[in-house]
């Protein structure tokens, strides 16, 4: 992620990806997962991020998307400045 006052954040699933299948064709399920390119901020909490995809013998089972699980803000002089005398400070200590 760029941009953020965060590098990193928490991307759940939009909704449960269960489904039925026969238990033989449970080893051939592929699940291919995308993010969205450059993925900047702010993110708010809900935004969709990307995909999951689940598919069995080339076909398409079921999609869900990858949500924020949390509100990323846009860094600026005011965060930098708070994050530098944190990590500063972390140091000290």
Do not use: C, H
């Amino acid at each position: 992620m760029e941009k953020g006052v965060k590098s990193e954040l928490q991307a759940v699933l939009q909704e449960d990806a269960s489904f039925f299948v026969e238990k033989s064709k449970s080893s051939k399920i592929i699940q291919n997962i995308s993010f969205t390119d450059n993925i900047s901020a702010p993110i708010e909490k809900g935004e969709v991020l990307g995909e999951a995809t689940y598919t069995l013998d080339n076909k398409v089972i079921k999609k869900v998307n990858i949500i924020a699980n949390e509100t990323v803000k846009k860094i600026n002089l005011i965060n930098m400045t708070t994050n530098l005398y944190e990590n500063w400070f972390n140091l000290l200590r």
